[in-house]
């Protein structure tokens, strides 16, 4: 589980524009950049060659 104190002072590295905490993927999603950012081991990786591209179906979908 990710602190939530930790996902409201991080933003993506790219945008700089707020997270949303995907539990189930184990990933923090910047829609304004597109990216996945990975948590490895409860750490998140904010790493741009690290992220994966959201698809268009995920930067269109809000559910958690």
């Known amino acids: 589980m990710l ?10 590295p790219v945008s700089k524009a707020p997270l949303a905490y ?3 993927l184990n990933e923090l999603w ?11 081991d409860g750490i998140p990786v904010m790493l741009e060659e690290e992220a994966r591209i959201l698809s ?7 559910d958690e």
């Open 22 to 24: 995907k539990r189930q």
């Open 56 to 62: 268009e179906t995920e930067t269109g979908n809000d």
């Open 30 to 40: 910047c829609k304004s950049s597109g990216l996945a950012y990975p948590i490895r």
């Open 3 to 12: 602190d939530p104190k930790l996902l409201e002072i991080l933003v993506c």
